[in-house]
């Protein structure tokens, strides 16, 4: 009677499985899933992004994969990637969600959020950013300046890993436009904040705990009380969002309205004009997310981008020697380097777009949804998917 029993119990699955709710449209094709479990059984849990594009040589560019009980559209390659977010740009804008980092943002923020609330924080953000950058102290001048920091530090530590010294000096950059000061390289707190941030990325990328943090993707509501390294990235993020607070606080008991000095102080202006808009997107909750947001996102993209450059030049010597000569030949070695010489600079402007499309340091980017159904190389494809990205 138990074989009977399970063989029941495996057939009305089967058959919830098949008659559930369906997401709205007509879904691109792809592998048949399984009940519970979905695709996932056809992948390599810790190299993900190679399975799916091996998937995308049986089923094409475009194709429906289940993350569990998750219906999720995989588009890989150049040309359908060009026409998603290019040609159909607004309505592939939407943001997925992404349950390692929404348990700690809970849905605040510019990265995972969506909906108008998003739109409105992700504008404010980017258009007082943008201002700061040309303001009384250009994004130049602080990129200059924070260089010459950063040769000084490589200058004082031989042998040294540069590692540490491009993700300081990335994470400066943005500081001095969210906090309105750098940090020096050595003080402790700054270390603390680097190294929460770096140990976050690890658990992204390294085989077990990704094995973790897909799971979580998975299975959000088991995995979010099941014990692992993905509990990890949710303690950090606590632990980044403490240090924030307290900034936001220091911010708020020396603010100038009249005289802004930093991305923090331009939020408090903003949630104080907005205090009795009962429908306002700007108070403490979305302030903290987002400056959080900023803050990780800067230091990390940056910092690994010039670590990928490093390595990427070291194992191409030559055409570290054309970049060198034509650095020589249009800045010399007497001056800082600036806006102006880059339409001087083809090769060494080309070699920069080469390295950042050859990194890949995000090769899936964040999850995204359609902010509307749309038709899409014949399918129709719904709100209810996400759908993930793949460039080779």
């Not at 040589?57 to 977010?85: D, H, I, N, W």
Request: charged share 25%; glycine share 6%.
């Amino acid at each position: 009677t138990q074989p009977f029993f399970l063989l029941l119990v495996f057939i009305i699955t089967c058959i919830l499985f098949v008659s559930r709710k369906r997401p709205r449209g007509n879904l691109p094709p792809g592998p048949t899933p399984l009940p519970f479990i979905g695709n996932m059984h056809q992948v390599k849990m810790n190299d993900l992004i190679k399975s799916l594009v091996d998937l995308s040589k049986t089923y094409g560019p475009m194709y429906t994969f289940y993350l569990g009980s998750r219906p999720t559209v995989v588009l890989c390659g150049y040309q359908v990637l060009k026409e998603a977010l290019i040609d159909y740009a607004e309505e592939f804008s939407g943001r997925g969600e992404f349950p390692a980092v929404q348990m700690y943002s809970k849905g605040n923020g510019i990265v995972y959020g969506t909906g108008e609330r998003w739109r409105q924080l992700r504008r404010f953000a980017i258009t007082t950013l943008k201002n700061f950058g040309m303001g009384k102290r250009s994004l130049e001048e602080r990129v200059q300046e924070e260089a010459q920091y950063l040769i000084e530090e490589f200058r004082t530590r031989k042998p040294f890993d540069p590692t540490f010294g491009f993700s300081s000096a990335g994470s400066n950059i943005i500081c001095s436009l969210v906090f309105g000061d750098r940090f020096d390289y050595r003080d402790e707190e700054f270390l603390t904040l680097l190294y929460l941030i770096n140990n976050n990325c690890i658990y992204y990328r390294l085989p077990s705990p990704v094995v973790s943090t897909q799971l979580l993707f998975v299975f959000p509501k088991i995995m979010q009380h099941v014990p692992g390294p993905h509990r990890k990235i949710y303690k950090n993020y606590v632990k980044l969002g403490a240090f924030v607070a307290k900034r936001l606080q220091m911010n708020k008991e020396t603010l100038d309205p009249s005289n802004p000095r930093d991305f923090i102080d331009c939020f408090l202006i903003k949630v104080e004009q907005e205090k009795n808009n009962p429908d306002t997107h700007f108070n403490y909750e979305t302030m903290l997310k987002t400056t959080v947001n900023v803050f990780f996102a800067g230091t990390e993209t940056v910092g690994s981008t010039l670590r990928y450059g490093f390595r990427i030049l070291l194992r191409h010597p030559e055409v570290e020697e054309k970049v060198q000569e034509e650095i020589d030949r249009v800045i010399g070695r007497d001056r800082s380097p600036c806006m102006e010489d880059r339409s001087k600079m083809p090769y060494t402007e080309a070699v920069i777009y080469e390295i950042q499309r050859f990194a890949d340091i995000v090769p899936m980017s964040v999850p995204h949804t359609v902010t509307r159904d749309i038709k899409f190389r014949g399918c129709l494809v719904s709100f209810d998917c996400c759908f993930g990205k793949i460039m080779f």
